[in-house]
């Protein structure tokens, strides 16, 4: 263990020296977060997890102890797998409260994903004007937190929407000819029913445009000029879709202080191999997708940390790993309709590896 302990240091050290220094004085990251939308299937499903030392334990208590304070759930409002949905959720946050972790959760409003080539709107709300959704959205965000509030477990950040770029609850909340007034009812929706819930709890709008500045100061600038309210500037960094680390830090350094709001990374991975795990092939298949670090336990724990050194240089928040439990368990896919049979295309950028062993050179870092 003492001899594992210095080599991890060693990594470390090494692995934060590459990025090059900002003009910014770098800050502690306070939220050190995780995505693990799919950990309660996975549990239900007989999932094992395991620590460094390769001793089964908690998975929230692993995490804890490679530096996560901060857990993310989605939440969608009525999917067909029966997961991720309010009962799931409040279930799930039961845990991650007990484990001592704050709690975010990622209102998708759909039921099924929403990114930035979807937002599908719900079933139940299919057909609605802007006015019954803006009540939809103000009603069920309320609805959910106001529930996980009763049960000891009031969320700590919820997210409006996810990775919104051209808005959300498509086709009336779509930003259509730069016209953000739809959207910016929708989102002030969340924010109102959020504080109406609990005056603390943080609002992030979360976006996909840290890889394109220009396009970021459009979606911004729009909600903005509308009189959208946040707290929290959220934005997805996959090296692979979004470019440099020096994209990164152009991107968080200039949406701080255009828009006068603390900044998160909510959503980051990186491939620890190229090993294919199920039926269903990687979502990436490169050996060194990014800067020529390669796909493996240390490069995995390379970029991660490179990503967080950028983050606290540029004074962000925080930064949240996507799904770091994801592995490949028979059972535990991706598509809402076919979670049964429809296999992951994410085991490789977990975490954990097949065996369910956390890698033991990845840290959250202060």
């Known amino acids: 263990m003492k001899k594992l302990s210095v080599l991890v240091a060693a990594v470390l050290a090494v692995t934060l020296s590459p990025v090059p220094a900002s003009a910014h004085k770098p800050s502690p990251l306070s939220m050190r977060g995780a995505d693990v939308s799919t950990l309660l299937r ?37 999917p067909t797998s029966g997961y991720s949905n309010k009962d799931a959720v409040l279930r799930q946050a039961r845990a991650i409260k007990k484990a001592g972790l704050k709690l975010l959760i990622d209102f998708h409003y759909s039921d099924t994903w929403a990114d930035p ?21 103000y009603d069920y965000t309320y609805d959910v937190c ?3 509030k009763r049960q000891g477990t009031t969320p700590d950040s919820i997210q409006v929407g996810n990775e919104i770029n051209v808005g959300m609850l498509w086709p009336v909340g779509y930003v259509a000819n730069s016209d953000f007034y739809p959207l910016s009812q929708l989102l002030n929706a969340g ?9 603390s709890t943080t609002v992030m709008i979360h976006t996909a445009l840290a890889g394109n500045i220009d396009a970021a100061h459009w979606f911004y600038d729009g909600i903005t000029a509308q009189g959208v309210k946040w ?6 960094y996959y090296c692979m879709w979004h470019g440099s680390l020096d994209n990164l830090r152009t991107a968080l350094t200039d949406v701080r202080d255009r828009y006068g709001k603390p900044t998160v990374i909510a959503e980051t991975a ?9 039926h269903l092939e990687n ?12 796909a493996t336990p240390l490069g995995q724990a390379q970029q991660f940390n490179q990503v967080q050194q950028v983050a606290r240089e540029a004074g ?29 295309a994410w085991e490789n950028m977990a975490t954990f590896d097949d065996s369910g062993r956390i890698n033991p050179y990845i840290r959250w870092q202060r």
């Not at 089964?56 to 530096?67: T, V």
């Not at 719900?122 to 004007?129: D, F, I, L, T």
């Not at 707290?231 to 997805?236: F, G, Q, V």
């Not at 298949?285 to 020529?292: I, Q, R, V």
């Open 191 to 199: 924010y109102d029913a959020t504080k109406a819930c609990n005056r």
């Open 146 to 148: 106001s529930s996980l």
């Open 42 to 78: 996975a549990q239900e499903l007989g999932a094992k997890f395991y620590d460094v030392r390769g001793k089964r334990d908690n998975p929230y208590e692993i995490l804890q102890r490679a530096g996560v304070n901060y857990a993310r759930l989605r939440i969608w409002n009525d």
């Open 316 to 344: 962000a928040l925080g930064v949240f790993y996507w799904e770091p439990t994801w592995t490949a368990i028979d059972g535990n896919g991706w598509d809402t309709e076919n979670i049964e049979t429809s296999g992951n």
């Open 231 to 236: 707290d929290i500037t959220a934005l997805s």
């Open 270 to 278: 990186y491939p620890w191999t190229t090993e294919n795990f199920d």
């Open 117 to 137: 080539g979807k937002q599908f709107t719900p079933a139940a709300w299919e057909g609605h004007s802007l006015t019954q959704l803006t009540s939809d959205v």
């Open 283 to 294: 979502i990436i298949t490169s050996d060194a997708p990014c800067d020529g670090i390669p």
